[in-house]
């Protein structure tokens, strides 16, 4: 008797991630209860079960969704704000001004609406978010129907959200208390970046990160300037001041680590740290580019991450993918450096294992979630195809997303978004466009 299930997809290929580099062609997968039931040869999946819903996806590639391992999505609304300004600039006289002005809990709902839109837009199903009121990007999420892990965050100085460092950690909390046990929000510890936050705060990071058995997640060593700094006020490189605090270890995410020694790729490695590459970003503020590939060969992981939308200026891990491959190559002269398979790991495992969510997505696998997007390959734009990874690396835009499911769930069908439309997307822009501009 066939076995019920809820989906059977049917691509024409599938590339699961694990094992690595592994391409399959002509097989399925059937999802039940929100989990993958099976993936086998597709006449074994037809006479074996039978489904509820069943997809024929004859040019296309069923992938693991993709994971934005760092974002500040309600920047979603700041897009374009002080391009072409170094990284201070940036932040001092164009995006820390308008969020002193704009910043509250409508608008991080609306920003982070605008943000999972175009993340489901392009195959994004999971993001780690740091910014203000997270119960607010919780609950725009939950709505967008997209898993998201959101930054208990932690500044010195005072917002509209919080007055100081134990104010932004108790609201933190609370908001983590609140959502416990929904299946698509999960939390980290976010503190700011090193020179936004002292000693003592790092202390009761680190604490509440071991009693709550949370990530860590920070910008380190985005610019040569914040080092500087750091070794002027503390006689010491950020990553070193956060070794002695006892930060470095295996729940540490360092985001954008542009500027490492050989000697700090080591600690890192030795320490069994995560590393998120924003090869995008990086590029725009002129941050540098990070030595991804001397990361890979010391055995840090590396995630994917896209920085807000202010500063890329798209949430676009396609994008990210591709970029990240070509800096790799150029960076180190090697055109075999990070190749696309390697590239595809970092957007879908690396960036769940990351996260901590790596037993429970990021790769197409029997008992993992049913976390999955298809990309179609179909046209003649993306003809002929020889190697599928590389086609979704170096060829395929997220216009080509085709198809999206969190959780089994369907968000996005035949490029057709589920829990939006355009004409609300368009008024939440507008609307917070014009209250910016007078």
């Not at 704009?102 to 910014?131: I, K, N, Q, W």
């Not at 969510?357 to 003809?383: F, H, N, Q, T, V």
């Amino acid at each position: 008797m066939n076995e019920a299930v809820d989906l059977l997809i049917e691509p024409r290929w599938i590339i699961p991630i694990e094992p690595p580099g592994s391409v399959l062609e002509s097989h399925s997968v059937a999802v039940r209860n929100g989990r993958i039931v099976a993936v086998l040869p597709t006449d074994s999946a037809r006479s074996r079960f039978v489904a509820d819903t069943a997809v024929t996806l004859p040019d296309h590639v069923l992938l693991p969704g993709l994971v934005n391992a760092h974002t500040h999505a309600a920047m979603a609304l700041l897009r374009g704000l002080g391009d072409d300004l170094p990284l201070m600039r940036w932040l001092q006289e164009a995006v820390w001004p308008a969020e002193g002005r704009l910043v509250c809990a409508d608008f991080v709902h609306d920003g982070t609406l605008l943000a999972c839109a175009e993340m489901l837009r392009g195959g994004v199903t999971c993001f780690s978010d740091m910014y203000f009121f997270p119960d607010a990007a919780a609950r725009a999420a939950a709505l967008a129907g997209v898993r998201c892990v959101l930054g208990i965050i932690a500044i010195e100085f005072a917002s509209g959200y919080a007055s100081d460092a134990d104010d932004y950690l108790a609201k933190g909390l609370a908001t983590r208390d609140a959502w416990r046990g929904d299946p698509l929000v999960s939390f980290c510890m976010a503190p700011h970046a090193p020179y936004t936050v002292s000693d003592r705060t790092f202390g009761r990071i680190l604490m509440l990160a071991e009693q709550l058995d949370l990530p860590i997640h920070l910008h380190v060593h985005e610019t040569v300037h914040e080092i500087e700094e750091s070794v002027s006020q503390h006689g010491m490189r950020p990553i070193e001041r956060l070794q002695r605090l006892g930060l470095v270890g295996p729940s540490l995410i360092g985001v954008h680590a542009v500027h490492l020694s050989h000697e700090e790729i080591d600690l890192l490695a030795r320490n069994a740290c995560s590393v998120v590459h924003c090869p995008t970003s990086n590029m725009k503020l002129a941050s540098g580019i990070a030595p991804i590939r001397q990361l890979k060969d010391a055995g840090v992981r590396v995630a994917l991450g896209s920085d807000g939308a202010a500063s890329n200026n798209r949430l676009d891990i396609l994008q990210e993918m591709r970029q990240a491959a070509l800096l790799s190559k150029v960076a180190t002269g090697d055109a075999s450096s990070l190749p696309a398979h390697q590239s595809l790991r970092m957007a879908t495992l690396d960036g769940a294992a990351a996260l901590g969510l790596g037993e429970r997505i990021g790769s197409i696998e029997a008992g993992k979630l049913a976390d999955l997007i298809a990309i179609d390959l179909g046209d003649w734009i993306a003809a002929p195809c020889f190697d599928p990874a590389s086609h979704i690396v170096y060829v395929a835009g997220r216009e080509q997303v085709s198809h999206v499911w969190v959780g089994g769930q369907p968000r996005m069908l035949d490029k057709a978004l589920l829990q939006f439309s355009n004409t609300e997307l368009r008024r939440i822009s507008n609307l917070w466009h014009n209250k910016l501009v007078t």
